[in-house]
């Protein structure tokens, strides 16, 4: 299983920009088999997936986020990002980088340990 | 697509036997997985493809399909299995959850 682990602003003003990096380790972004992506959960409550992208920058996004979610990738670092625009109260989360297996049911096998974000003025 | 899981919250002691239930609101195959997070961590992959159990967790854990239902069974629980479980559907996008099942103790 790879290693994630998340970086970035534990609080964002309301209206502006979460900009939020993945770093990967133990697997490459770079090559097929798997989808990078996002996944939060709003503290006490369920869990929301965001988005994902292939390494051929293939992108799939929630509907119910959609405007507002940009999922890049750096292969040269071996990072992808999360940029989510306009925040809100609601938007105020752990935010989990997750690794996604492509094929069957597509299960995530590999999670990032969580980073809070806040969002407050 | 809507999952519901039950129950939302389970009792039980150690070495005990329990199942909980992901119904699904319409046909979904096999594309259900199931996830353990413990307070404070992320989630585990447990179970993938209904019943495929996950390279490293012990084979007290197993899932099974009926229909449109799907149980995590747990057998001769232990201390380290008193956590929330999820359940996830990815046969329509975009990937859901169930509203998870805390197991207490």
């Known amino acids: 299983q790879a290693l994630l682990q998340e970086s970035g602003p534990g609080l964002v003003k309301p209206s502006q920009t979460l900009n939020l990096v993945c770093t990967v380790s133990?697997?490459?972004?770079?090559?097929?088999?798997?989808?990078w992506g996002w996944i939060r959960q709003r503290p006490g409550k369920g869990l929301e997936w965001i988005g994902y992208?292939?390494?051929?920058?293939?992108?799939f996004y929630n509907p119910s986020l959609k405007s507002r979610i940009t999922i890049l990738a750096d292969t040269s670092k071996n990072q992808f990002s999360l940029k989510l625009t306009s925040v809100t109260a609601a938007d105020t989360a752990f935010y989990f980088c997750a690794r996604t297996v492509t094929g069957g049911a597509s299960p995530i096998d590999s999670w990032g340990p969580g980073t809070l974000v806040t969002v407050s003025s | 697509i809507q999952l519901t899981q039950s129950p939302s919250s389970l009792a039980a002691s150690v070495r005990d036997r329990v199942t909980i239930t992901c119904r699904a609101s319409?046909?979904?195959?096999?594309?259900l997985n199931w996830y353990q997070q413990q307070p404070g961590q992320a989630p585990k992959l447990l179970i993938y493809d209904a019943s495929r159990l996950q390279s490293g967790v012990p084979s007290r854990f197993s899932g099974s399909r009926s229909g449109t239902d799907f149980t995590l069974t747990i057998s001769n629980l232990q201390p380290e299995d008193f956590a929330t479980y999820y359940c996830?559907?990815?046969?329509?996008?975009?990937?859901?959850f169930g509203q998870g099942t805390k197991l207490e103790i």
């Open positions: 319409q046909d979904i195959s096999t594309y």
């Open positions: 996830q559907q990815t046969y329509i996008s975009p990937p859901s």
């Open positions: 992208r292939y390494y051929n920058g293939e992108t």
């Open positions: 133990g697997g490459s972004i770079s090559r097929g088999g798997y989808y």
